[in-house]
């Protein structure tokens, strides 16, 4: 992609699904793929990724007009 615009065209389907298998089988641990009680897997972030990150998340709960604490449920 180049300024939002695809410069080349998208590998065949089965070359996705065999490319996702793959990182699958190889690189994604087992513990990381199970549904219950998954591993979880962090990640490490430069300072300048999380102030763009959080940045992002307040502009956006500030268009849409919401509070932090209006993205809560509370269950009873």
Known sequence: ???GKRVKPSPPLEEIRAYVKRQLYE??????QRFENPHHHFLDMSPAYYEMKMGLLKQ?????????EANHIIWI
């Not at 690189?27 to 990381?32: A, G, K, N, T």
């Not at 956006?60 to 932090?68: I, Q």
């Open 60 to 68: 956006t709960r500030y268009e849409r007009g919401h509070s932090r």
């Open 1 to 3: 992609m180049q300024n």
């Open 27 to 32: 690189e994604v641990w087992q513990e990381e």
